[in-house]
């Protein structure tokens, strides 16, 4: 069993960066499962695009949670980081922070902000570990423009551990191709395949430590000095909030999700079924939906968050006011 981390000593830190709806929450659940059951004490700093928290209602309630909501970790709310993380190990005194960025945050940015606040508090980056979206990237690769397409690069570029996500959704011949594309951006990260971010949370921070204070990885260094490029490098990125006004079929749901327009990219929500007389909250990344039933006693509105690319929103809302009145009269 470890001890449990004297006061005097820095807080590390782990930055899990990728795009939206790579698995950066998926990964987040199994890291906090093993430092508890290490016996140590984490906390997490949450980033939504949205005006709400939904991947934070897949995180143990006990976990210390700080949430920097309606905005970007690396421009618009940046600032608020800071007072995040002092008032987060003020209150709870962790013994390690992991800070879960949206998927438009640009990681160089997040590593300054932290590099501010470790002048107050003391903490150590001990990895930014990036999770990859495998075919999303390939299918971007290929089309070779767009933001999006330069926002994986800096993510993967920053990385001192790339998991390529989603494995099990590419073709055996196209694997030789995605690992030469990023060891193409990073020569120096530890590169893992995965599926469902399956991978030993101990090997990952241990890996993710040493290569973070290794001296082969200065890449970050030359890089920083790029920031001011970079930064609102995500700013094609939209998002748009809907409060749900009535009970929604099911069925009806789950195939509207499945038509959405293409360049909406990632979708969150809680919905109140009609027909089952339940509540879940549902996950959309990259056309393929996914519910986990919520149990009674939660208090929260039913709300979708929609983040992609250059989509109408007009578009959108049309779309969800008809959906909600053809759920009404099935109801009926």
């Known amino acids: 069993m470890k001890l449990?981390?004297?006061?005097?000593?820095?807080?590390?830190?782990?930055?899990?960066?990728?795009?939206?709806?790579?698995?950066?929450?998926?990964?987040?659940?199994?890291?906090?499962?093993?430092?508890?059951?290490?016996?140590?004490?984490?906390?997490?700093?949450?980033?939504?695009?949205?005006?709400?928290?939904?991947?934070?209602?897949?995180?143990?309630?006990?976990?210390?949670?700080?949430?920097?909501?309606?905005?970007?970790?690396?421009?618009?709310?940046?600032?608020?980081?800071?007072?995040?993380?002092?008032?987060?190990?003020?209150?709870?005194?962790?013994?390690?922070?992991?800070?879960?960025?949206?998927?438009?945050?640009?990681?160089?940015?997040?590593?300054?902000?932290?590099?501010?606040?470790?002048?107050?508090?003391?903490?150590?980056?001990?990895?930014?570990?990036?999770?990859?979206?495998?075919?999303?990237?390939?299918?971007?690769?290929?089309?070779?423009?767009?933001?999006?397409?330069?926002?994986?690069?800096?993510?993967?570029?920053?990385?001192?551990?790339?998991?390529?996500?989603k494995t099990d959704r590419i073709e055996e011949k196209d694997r030789p191709e995605l690992l030469s594309l990023v060891q193409g951006w990073n020569e120096h990260a530890a590169i893992h395949f995965t599926e469902h971010c399956n991978i030993d949370p101990a090997l990952l921070t241990e890996e993710a430590s040493y290569l973070m204070n290794s001296e082969n990885n200065t890449a970050s260094d030359s890089r920083a000095q790029e920031k001011h490029q970079l930064h609102h490098s995500h700013n094609h990125v939209m998002v748009y909030t809907h409060y749900f006004s009535s009970q929604i079929n099911s069925v009806l749901f789950e195939q509207w999700l499945r038509e959405l327009p293409r360049d909406i990219y990632r979708a969150k929500g809680i919905v109140d079924f009609s027909d089952t007389g339940s509540r879940f909250l549902f996950q959309y990344a990259y056309r393929e939906p996914d519910f986990t039933k919520l149990g009674p006693g939660e208090e929260l509105k039913d709300v979708g968050v929609f983040i992609g690319e250059h989509f109408s929103k007009t578009e959108l809302i049309q779309l969800l006011q008809q959906l909600e009145e053809e759920s009404s009269k099935i109801k009926s």
């Open 4 to 165: 449990k981390q004297t006061s005097s000593a820095p807080i590390p830190v782990y930055i899990l960066s990728g795009f939206l709806g790579s698995g950066k929450t998926t990964l987040l659940v199994k890291l906090l499962e093993y430092w508890k059951s290490q016996n140590l004490t984490p906390a997490v700093v949450m980033n939504e695009l949205g005006e709400v928290n939904l991947d934070g209602k897949l995180i143990d309630q006990h976990v210390p949670m700080a949430e920097l909501l309606g905005g970007c970790i690396c421009c618009s709310v940046r600032d608020n980081l800071g007072i995040e993380l002092v008032q987060l190990v003020q209150n709870t005194s962790p013994d390690v922070i992991v800070i879960e960025a949206t998927g438009a945050a640009n990681p160089i940015e997040i590593l300054d902000g932290i590099a501010d606040t470790s002048l107050y508090i003391a903490l150590e980056v001990k990895g930014l570990i990036s999770v990859v979206d495998s075919i999303h990237l390939l299918e971007t690769y290929r089309l070779q423009k767009g933001k999006t397409f330069r926002l994986m690069q800096e993510q993967i570029r920053a990385a001192s551990i790339l998991l390529l996500n």
